[in-house]
């Protein structure tokens, strides 16, 4: 064994440091604070570096935080008082299992079996004995102890990449030693430790993995696990475990894009393993629908990781059990989910191999009960509505963009009076113009991956560079021909919205907003604003000329906060994007202050604080072109463009000469 003393220099300054902010993290640990523990950066930097000596000294700093662990659990165990003393006790493992994990990641020099043996210990003993270790009398501390059986289960999962056969080993001896007991307690513990094993991925890269992946998926088969007594909750905690095990397999493709490098003996034992789980899975859940909420995850997931010539004859089947299964409103979430995959994974197999009109009349054929059941009104929840933003985004992602904007956004945004399915389309768009500067440089990115408040900063100033040099986001798909449905149906959102919520402004308003608005359009609220999210990203084919300049200015009164803020972002992006109507949405908003009564001096103030915002954007933008991080084209033809927006020459005279 490598002891403490080994530690190079640079570690044991380290784990000093460590040492004093885990001590101060445990002091400040009470049951008051329910599990909570802001976030500290210089903490997380001492994580890093954990995580960057473990490529050289794991075993040395592993037994140099055992140690903590066990000084500092002493210490803890004599302040007296079971709440207080527990409470000091989770925050002890829950700090030293975020060390240990950067112990146990990709590029760690390893650890010796003992240490290995005694996380995995520690792992599943949080797994299975968190509810006896703190009870749920104990309510102030459920949240600190979720937290460490979390951070056991994530130790699980990255142990899991190297040392799969003994996790294996290890769950089916606790499953089988606790299956067979007719006890309560027995079984919850077995449905905790099938929690904690969730955030493995099996690991298939290499023939090693893919034999001991194999073999977890051979003797974790749901069926082959039988209780007496509600035999069907452990098998479909089981199920649910595998389909989280897959995930990111399915995703990635895996094992099928790195079969090149895989023993075809073990790829064959790994598609046959697979083939069979899912055709008894599917024959349990046509014998009795009550496992269909478990078993289609699952199904789907091992149908999407078949060879090419089985996934081929087997996804419309799929698809087609998926469809009948949206009568279930309890099912709905979970069947798109699973649509959602099919589809994806249809697109990027199939989809290279087919003809456009063959993948567009499959697209057609899975979506028909989606967009059905949109109508109706059955996908309510907002979960549901973003995972057909998601669909559409995706279509849109794998190369059938056409088809994704063209019949499923413009179909949706052209949904009289349903302005759950205006809503999903407009969403759709803008996520698809997102990813629009990654695709025009040539990256590959994603309109459903997550994005930030800087991100997306950065993303629409880009935008706005590609519509002041004349391209369309749309262009970057492919699909230029699709702008000018996308501005009309846009346009008529628009107008509707104006129709009935554009005279609703803040001064002459004495009612809350939602009293004065019939309650069947009250949803129309938001639609209206993320209808101006979009503009000038894409121009609304009533906006294409001077009526921008003369109905946006009011929006900026508006009752509503959303469509007031909205709007004078939009003024603002204008300014950028479109610099030919900067002078004009000047004068639109000096217009609309000469026009306010008088009797209104605040409305005539806000107006007037527009007017001066915008001026100081204008300004900003200036700044930015002298310092060369801000460019525009010259137009040649800026004058006569000019004179279609209805400007006087000595107002275009001024800009021109600003630029």
Same mark, same amino acid.
């Given at each position: 064994?490598?002891?403490?003393?080994?530690?190079?220099?640079?570690?044991?300054?380290?784990?000093?440091?460590?040492?004093?902010?885990?001590?101060?993290?445990?002091?400040?640990?009470?049951?008051?604070?329910?599990?909570?523990?802001?976030?500290?950066?210089?903490?997380?930097?001492?994580?890093?570096?954990?995580?960057?000596?473990?490529?050289?000294?794991?075993?040395?700093?592993?037994?140099?935080?055992?140690?903590?662990?066990?000084?500092?659990?002493?210490?803890?165990?004599?302040?007296?008082?079971?709440?207080?003393?527990?409470?000091?006790?989770?925050?002890?493992?829950?700090?030293?299992?975020?060390?240990?994990?950067?112990?146990?990641?990709?590029?760690?020099?390893?650890?010796?079996?003992?240490?290995?043996?005694?996380?995995?210990?520690?792992?599943?003993?949080?797994?299975?004995?968190?509810?006896?270790?703190?009870?749920?009398?104990?309510?102030?501390?459920?949240?600190?102890?979720?937290?460490?059986?979390?951070?056991?289960?994530?130790?699980?999962?990255?142990?899991?990449?190297? =040392?799969?056969?003994?996790?294996?080993?290890?769950?089916?001896?606790?499953?089988?030693?606790?299956?067979?007991?007719?006890?309560?307690?027995?079984?919850?513990?077995?449905?905790?430790?099938?929690?904690?094993?969730?955030?493995?991925?099996?690991?298939?890269?290499?023939?090693?993995?893919?034999?001991?992946?194999?073999?977890?998926?051979?003797?974790?088969?749901?069926?082959?696990?039988?209780?007496?007594?509600?035999?069907?909750?452990?098998?479909?905690?089981?199920?649910?475990?595998?389909?989280?095990?897959?995930?990111?397999?399915?995703?990635?493709?895996?094992?099928?894009?790195?079969?090149?490098? *895989?023993?075809?003996? *073990? *790829?064959?034992?790994?598609?046959?393993?697979?083939?069979?789980?899912?055709?008894?899975?599917?024959?349990?859940? $046509?014998?009795?629908?009550?496992?269909?909420?478990? $078993?289609?995850?699952?199904?789907?997931?091992?149908?999407?990781?078949?060879?090419?010539?089985?996934?081929?004859?087997?996804?419309?089947?799929?698809?087609?059990?998926?469809?009948?299964?949206?009568?279930?409103?309890?099912?709905?979430?979970?069947?798109?989910?699973?649509?959602?995959?099919?589809?994806?994974?249809?697109?990027?197999?199939?989809?290279?191999?087919?003809?456009?009109?063959?993948?567009?009349?499959?697209?057609?054929?899975?979506?028909?009960?989606?967009?059905?059941?949109?109508?109706?009104?059955?996908?309510?929840?907002?979960?549901?509505?973003?995972?057909?933003?998601?669909?559409?985004?995706?279509?849109?992602?794998?190369?059938?963009?056409?088809?994704?904007?063209?019949?499923?956004?413009?179909?949706?945004?052209?949904?009289?009076?349903?302005?759950?399915?205006?809503?999903?389309?407009?969403?759709?768009?803008?996520?698809?113009?997102?990813?629009?500067?990654?695709?025009?440089?040539?990256?590959?990115?994603?309109?459903?991956?997550?994005?930030?408040?800087?991100?997306?900063?950065?993303?629409?100033?880009?935008?706005?560079?590609?519509?002041?040099?004349?391209?369309?986001?749309?262009?970057?798909?492919?699909?230029?021909?699709?702008?000018?449905?996308?501005?009309?149906?846009?346009?008529?959102?628009?107008?509707?919205?104006?129709?009935?919520?554009?005279?609703? =402004?803040?001064?002459?308003?004495?009612?809350?907003?939602?009293?004065?608005?019939?309650?069947?359009?009250?949803?129309?609220?938001?639609?209206?604003?993320?209808?101006?999210?979009?503009?000038?990203?894409?121009?609304?084919?009533?906006?294409?000329?001077?009526?921008?300049?003369?109905? *946006?200015?009011?929006?900026?009164?508006?009752?509503?906060?959303?469509?007031?803020?909205?709007?004078?972002?939009?003024?603002?992006?204008?300014?950028?994007?479109?610099?030919?109507?900067?002078?004009?949405?000047?004068?639109?908003?000096?217009?609309?202050?000469?026009?306010?009564?008088?009797?209104?001096?605040?409305?005539?103030?806000?107006?007037?604080?527009?007017?001066?915002?915008?001026?100081?954007?204008?300004?900003?933008?200036?700044?930015?072109?002298?310092?060369?991080?801000?460019?525009?084209?010259?137009?040649?033809?800026?004058?006569?463009?000019?004179?279609?927006?209805?400007?006087?020459?000595?107002?275009?005279?001024?800009?021109?000469?600003?630029?």
């Amino acid at each position: 064994m490598v002891s403490h003393m080994f530690l190079p220099p640079v570690a044991d300054t380290l784990l000093l440091q460590f040492k004093t902010l885990a001590k101060a993290r445990v002091d400040a640990a009470t049951p008051l604070d329910r599990g909570d523990s802001p976030y500290d950066p210089v903490y997380e930097k001492v994580l890093n570096g954990l995580n960057l000596v473990a490529q050289h000294a794991a075993m040395p700093l592993l037994d140099a935080l055992l140690a903590w662990r066990k000084d500092t659990e002493s210490q803890a165990q004599r302040l007296g008082g079971e709440l207080v003393v527990l409470r000091k006790k989770l925050a002890v493992e829950a700090v030293f299992l975020e060390a240990s994990h950067q112990l146990v990641g990709p590029g760690s020099s390893g650890l010796s079996g003992r240490q290995a043996e005694a996380l995995e210990r520690l792992a599943f003993d949080w797994a299975l004995n968190a509810e006896t270790y703190v009870e749920p009398r104990f309510s102030d501390l459920i949240k600190a102890r979720e937290k460490v059986t979390c951070l056991g289960a994530d130790i699980t999962g990255a142990m899991a990449k190297t =040392r799969l056969p003994v996790i294996t080993a290890r769950f089916l001896k606790e499953l089988e030693a606790r299956i067979r007991l007719d006890a309560n307690a027995a079984r919850q513990e077995i449905l905790q430790m099938c929690e904690g094993m969730k955030r493995i991925t099996l690991p298939v890269s290499t023939n090693a993995d893919l034999r001991a992946s194999t073999d977890f998926l051979r003797q974790a088969h749901p069926l082959k696990h039988v209780a007496p007594v509600r035999k069907s909750q452990v098998q479909h905690a089981l199920c649910e475990v595998l389909a989280a095990m897959l995930a990111d397999n399915v995703k990635a493709d895996l094992p099928r894009s790195v079969a090149s490098s *895989l023993d075809p003996a *073990l *790829l064959k034992a790994w598609f046959h393993t697979i083939t069979t789980m899912r055709t008894e899975l599917a024959n349990w859940t $046509a014998r009795q629908s009550k496992h269909a909420a478990v $078993a289609y995850p699952l199904i789907t997931y091992l149908i999407c990781m078949e060879e090419n010539n089985t996934f081929s004859q087997y996804v419309d089947t799929l698809v087609d059990n998926l469809h009948r299964q949206l009568k279930d409103k309890l099912l709905r979430t979970l069947v798109l989910t699973c649509l959602h995959q099919a589809m994806t994974s249809y697109l990027a197999r199939l989809g290279p191999r087919l003809t456009q009109d063959k993948v567009h009349r499959w697209l057609a054929k899975a979506n028909k009960p989606i967009l059905l059941n949109l109508r109706k009104g059955n996908l309510g929840f907002p979960e549901q509505q973003d995972l057909v933003r998601q669909i559409c985004v995706t279509i849109a992602d794998h190369g059938a963009a056409d088809f994704a904007v063209g019949s499923l956004i413009i179909e949706l945004i052209s949904s009289d009076g349903n302005w759950e399915a205006i809503m999903i389309g407009l969403k759709a768009l803008l996520s698809i113009f997102m990813t629009a500067p990654a695709r025009a440089a040539g990256k590959q990115a994603s309109g459903n991956e997550a994005h930030g408040d800087s991100s997306d900063t950065v993303t629409e100033a880009q935008l706005l560079e590609m519509i002041r040099n004349g391209s369309h986001p749309l262009d970057a798909y492919g699909i230029p021909s699709e702008v000018t449905k996308v501005s009309l149906v846009l346009a008529k959102v628009l107008q509707q919205c104006q129709v009935f919520f554009g005279s609703y =402004r803040a001064v002459n308003t004495n009612k809350p907003l939602l009293e004065l608005i019939p309650k069947e359009r009250v949803a129309g609220l938001p639609v209206f604003t993320q209808a101006l999210r979009l503009v000038p990203f894409t121009m609304p084919e009533h906006w294409s000329g001077p009526r921008l300049c003369e109905d *946006l200015p009011g929006l900026t009164l508006h009752a509503d906060a959303g469509i007031r803020a909205q709007a004078v972002a939009v003024m603002k992006r204008i300014l950028r994007g479109v610099p030919r109507m900067r002078n004009a949405m000047l004068l639109g908003v000096a217009g609309l202050a000469a026009r306010i009564p008088d009797d209104t001096p605040e409305a005539i103030k806000d107006a007037l604080r527009r007017l001066v915002e915008l001026m100081e954007e204008w300004q900003l933008i200036l700044t930015e072109k002298s310092r060369g991080t801000f460019h525009e084209p010259v137009s040649s033809a800026a004058a006569k463009e000019c004179m279609l927006y209805g400007l006087p020459r000595g107002l275009w005279m001024q800009q021109h000469a600003l630029h």
